[in-house]
């Protein structure tokens, strides 16, 4: 397994594990500030995508970090990738100077919430949102 720098011209490989996390992310840009890929058996295994944001309800400091995106192929899964994903997430988070890392899960999505629990994130705040048509 290489955890490594997603590279230009890979969108197009990347794109199906994208909607696959993502089904309405047809036109993804791709524009996130780290763009990280596992590579397994010679194919793309999964993805951690970091923006750095003005704020994030998971953070104190402000700019953070935030993990956009993180997923894993269904065959892949449970072998560390994801662990390892984060830790490199986590090493240039660190080497751009930050101290902290966000994230956010859907409340339904156990697994990803068991894993965020066991990579050592700490459960911050819940939000409802809502909507208004106009
Ligand atoms: C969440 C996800 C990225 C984890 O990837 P992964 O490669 O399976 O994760 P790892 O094998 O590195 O496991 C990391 C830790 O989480 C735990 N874990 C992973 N999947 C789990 C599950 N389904 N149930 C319970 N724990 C789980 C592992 O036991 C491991 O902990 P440990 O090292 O202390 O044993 C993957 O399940 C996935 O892509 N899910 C679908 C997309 C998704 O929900 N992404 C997150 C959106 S917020």
């Known amino acids: ?28 840009q791709f524009a996130d500030d780290l763009k990280l890929v596992a590579e397994a058996a010679g194919a793309i295994a999964g993805f951690a995508f970091v923006t750095i944001r003005p704020f994030s309800n998971a953070c104190v400091e ?34 751009q100077g930050f101290s902290e890392l966000g994230s956010d899960v859907l409340l339904d999505n156990r697994a990803s919430l068991e894993a965020h629990g066991r990579l050592g994130f700490e459960p911050v705040e819940r939000v409802q949102y809502f909507r208004k048509g106009l």
């Open 1 to 28: 397994m290489l955890i490594r720098m997603m590279q230009s011209g890979e969108q197009t490989a990347l794109l199906p594990l994208v909607l696959d996390l993502w089904p309405d992310a047809g036109d993804y």
């Open 62 to 95: 402000a700019p953070c970090p935030h993990l956009e995106g993180w997923y894993v192929a269904p065959d892949h899964r449970r072998r560390g990738i994801g662990r390892a994903l984060v830790a490199a997430c986590e090493d240039w988070c660190r080497a």
